[in-house]
């Protein structure tokens, strides 16, 4: 599987081979279509395997598709 399955968009994509990414991680095979759907979305994943990705990835997505608005478009709540 590749990041390109995902269909994501073009600048998604190039911003992720930029940094050398080619393969996504189990956790983000998994939680980035589910968030690709709009749906909300709960992940455990050990640290180091790339959970921060597997949910702002769609969330750039989303953002680069929609028009810019002043309303909250994305939310992400984490413990401290």
Do not use: C, W
């Not at 994501?8 to 998994?30: A, C, E, F, H, N």
């Not at 395997?49 to 969330?59: H, N, R, S």
């Amino acid at each position: 599987m590749s990041f390109e399955q995902f269909s994501l968009d073009q600048r998604v994509i190039s911003g992720i081979k930029s940094i050398g990414y080619t393969i996504p991680t189990p956790i983000q095979q998994q939680a980035i279509p589910i968030a690709l759907a709009g749906r909300d979305l709960l992940g455990l994943a050990q640290t180091g395997t790339g959970k921060t990705a597997a949910f702002i990835l769609p969330i750039l997505h989303r953002l680069s598709r929609e028009p810019t608005s002043r309303k909250v478009r994305a939310l992400v709540i984490t413990p401290t």
